[in-house]
C-alpha cells in the first residue's frame, strides 16, 4: 500500500510577527519544520509533498531533495493548500497523510496509529483528537448521533455549546486518496474568512454517511501547535524535556534537567554527567564520563572521552579524551586540544593545536598557533599573531617552558627543549634548547599610514 504525505506549511503566520516564515522558527535548534518532516517520513511509504507560500526558496533550500515542494500562491486556507498536491499524488497512492508544519511535537508513532486506524476503515478518513482541558484555539470535535464524528467546528463560528467541547481537533489526519481530491472540490469558501477549511470535509463526509474514524490521542504534550512566540516557547520547553528525558534513559546524568539546555541534534555518550546551567548546541557530539559544566555553552564542538570542562565556553572546538578546562575558559572554532591537555582559567584559544600533555593554566591567548607535546604556557603568554594586516602563524616544539608574560610576535617558532624567561617579547626564531631572555623594543620607527577605507 502507498501512503503518501503532504506537510502544509504555506500559512503566513500572521500571529508570529516575524520575517522569518513560522516554520523556519528553531525549535531546539532545529527549524520547525523539519520535525513534522521526519515524522512524517516514518509513517509515509512515498517521498513528502511540502505545501510552501513564504519566502520559498529560504524553505526550498532548506529541504533539499527531501521532499517535493509545490507553491500555493496565494494562500487561501488549508484545503486550498492540500488541493495543490492534487497533480503529483491524484491517481499514483493509495492513502494521503495531511500534517501542519506548526505541529512539531506530533511523533513519527502517532501519525503511524493514524494510518493503521485509516488502513482498516471503510470511510474516507480518520483524524487525530484529543482531550484537553484548554482549547487553544482548536477545532472542536462535534459527534453526533451514536458518537460518530459529524464535523470539526472553528472556534470562532462556535456556538457558546460547542465551545465547551473538550474534544479537540489536533490537524493530523490520513485519507482516502480519490476521495480526498473530490472532496476537496466540493469544499465551499468559509463566508467569514474567504478561505477553504479543510476542516469542512469531516462535514461532508458525515452527510455522505461515510464513517469518520477519531483517534483519540492521549498525550496532549505532542498536540501543541505553533501560531505565535507563546506556542513556540512551550512548545521548546515540551521539546527540550522530551530530549533531556531520552539522553537520561540513554545513560547521560542530567542533575538539573530544567536548567539543562540540549538541542536536538547533539549525541551524548554514556556515564557523561552534565551539571546545571549548561547549553550543547549545533553538531556537538561528546563521548563517555564527561563532566561539563555547571555553567557551560558548548556549540558544535568535538569532545572525547573523561573530559572535564568547567564554567567554560566552547564554538567549534575539539578535545581529545582526559582533557580538563575552566573555569572560564574559553575556545573559539578550530581549537584542537589533544589528549590530557590542561587549560586552566582565562584562557583563549582560536585555530591552534595543542598536542598532549600541554599545560596552559592561566591568563593566555593562543591563535593560530601548533605546540607539541609536554609543553608549558606560563601564565599571561600571547601570541601577537594579528599584526594590523595579517594572521601569522606561531609554531612551538615539545617540551618547551614559555616564562610567564611572553609575548610570542608571530610568525616565529621555538624549538623543542627552549625556554623563555618571564616577560619575554620574542620577536625571532628561538632555536632548540636554547633560552630566549628580555625585551627588544627599544626603537621606534616611523610608520606609514594605510590609507582609509572608503
Ligand atoms: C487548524 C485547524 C484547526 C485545528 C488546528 C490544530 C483548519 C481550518 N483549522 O487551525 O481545526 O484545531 O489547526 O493545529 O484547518 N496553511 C497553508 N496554507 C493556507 C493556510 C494554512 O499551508 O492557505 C498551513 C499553515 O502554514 C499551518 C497549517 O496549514 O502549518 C494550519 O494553518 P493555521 O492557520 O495554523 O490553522 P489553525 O488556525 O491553527
Ligand atoms: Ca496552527
Redesign the pocket.
Known amino acids: 500500500m502507498k501512503v503518501s504525505a503532504v506537510?502544509?506549511?504555506?500559512?503566513?503566520?500572521t500571529r508570529m510577527h516575524s520575517d522569518t516564515p513560522?516554520?523556519l522558527h528553531l525549535l531546539c535548534g532545529r527549524p520547525m519544520l523539519s520535525y513534522s518532516l521526519g515524522a512524517i517520513r516514518q509513517a509515509a511509504t512515498e517521498k513528502p509533498v511540502v505545501?510552501?507560500?513564504q519566502a520559498t526558496d529560504k524553505i526550498k533550500e532548506y529541504l533539499g531533495d527531501a521532499a517535493e515542494c509545490v507553491v500555493?500562491e496565494?494562500?487561501?486556507?488549508?484545503?486550498?493548500?492540500v488541493l495543490q498536491a492534487e497533480s503529483l499524488l491524484r491517481g499514483r497512492t493509495d492513502l494521503v497523510i495531511v500534517a501542519?508544519?506548526?505541529?512539531p511535537l506530533l511523533r513519527a508513532e502517532t501519525y503511524g496509529r493514524l494510518v493503521a486506524r485509516q488502513s482498516v476503515n471503510a470511510g474516507p478518513l480518520s483524524l487525530l483528537t484529543v482531550m484537553a482541558q484548554e482549547p487553544r484555539?482548536?477545532?472542536r470535535i462535534v459527534r453526533g448521533v451514536g458518537g460518530q464524528v459529524a464535523a470539526?467546528i472553528?472556534?470562532y463560528v462556535a456556538t457558546p455549546e460547542q465551545l465547551e467541547i473538550h474534544e479537540?481537533?489536533?490537524?493530523a489526519y490520513c485519507f482516502q486518496s480519490e476521495w480526498l481530491w473530490d472532496a476537496l472540490h466540493r469544499i465551499e469558501k468559509n463566508p467569514r474568512k474567504g478561505?477553504y477549511?479543510?476542516?469542512?470535509v469531516v462535514e461532508l463526509a458525515a452527510k455522505m454517511e461515510l464513517p469518520v474514524q477519531a483517534v483519540l490521542h492521549d498525550d496532549w504534550t505532542e498536540?501543541i501547535?505553533i501560531?505565535n512566540r507563546v506556542h513556540l516557547a512551550e512548545a521548546e520547553a515540551t521539546m527540550r524535556e522530551r530530549i533531556n528525558h531520552q539522553h537520561m534513559l540513554n545513560g547521560v546524568t542530567l542533575s538539573d534537567p530544567a536548567s539543562t539546555y540540549i538541542e536536538a541534534e547533539v549525541v551524548l555518550g554514556r556515564d557523561t554527567i552534565i551539571l546545571p546551567n549548561t547549553h550543547i548546541l549545533g553538531k556537538s557530539v561528546l563521548g563517555e564520563a564527561n563532566i561539563i559544566g555547571p555553567n557551560t555553552i558548548i556549540r558544535d564542538s568535538t569532545i572525547g572521552n573523561r573530559c572535564k570542562v568547567l564554567a567554560s565556553v566552547l564554538d567549534g572546538a575539539v578535545l581529545e579524551d582526559d582533557v580538563d578546562m575552566g573555569p572560564f575558559a574559553r575556545l573559539r572554532r578550530g581549537a584542537h586540544l589533544a589528549s590530557h591537555v590542561h587549560v586552566g582559567n582565562f584562557g583563549e584559544i582560536k585555530d591552534s593545536y595543542l598536542a598532549p600533555g600541554v599545560k596552559m593554566g592561566h591568563f593566555s591567548y593562543i591563535g593560530d598557533a601548533t605546540i607539541g607535546e609536554n609543553t608549558n604556557i606560563g601564565a599571561g603568554t600571547i601570541t601577537c599573531n594579528y599584526d594590523g594586516e595579517r594572521k601569522n602563524p606561531t609554531e612551538i616544539g615539545e617540551d618547551v617552558f614559555i616564562g610567564s608574560d611572553t609575548m610570542l610576535v608571530a610568525p616565529v617558532k621555538i624549538g623543542a627543549g627552549a625556554k623563555t624567561g618571564a616577560g619575554a617579547v620574542v620577536t625571532r626564531d628561538v632555536p632548540a634548547d636554547t633560552l630566549a631572555v628580555g625585551m627588544p623594543a627599544r626603537g621606534i620607527k616611523k610608520l606609514q599610514r594605510k590609507p582609509k577605507k572608503s
Open positions: 506537510v502544509l506549511a504555506a500559512g503566513q503566520g513560522k516554520v505545501i510552501v507560500g500555493q496565494p494562500q487561501l486556507g488549508t484545503a486550498h493548500a501542519y508544519a506548526d505541529m484555539g482548536f477545532g470539526i472553528e472556534e479537540l481537533n489536533v490537524g478561505e477549511y479543510l476542516t469542512d498536540t501547535g501560531n
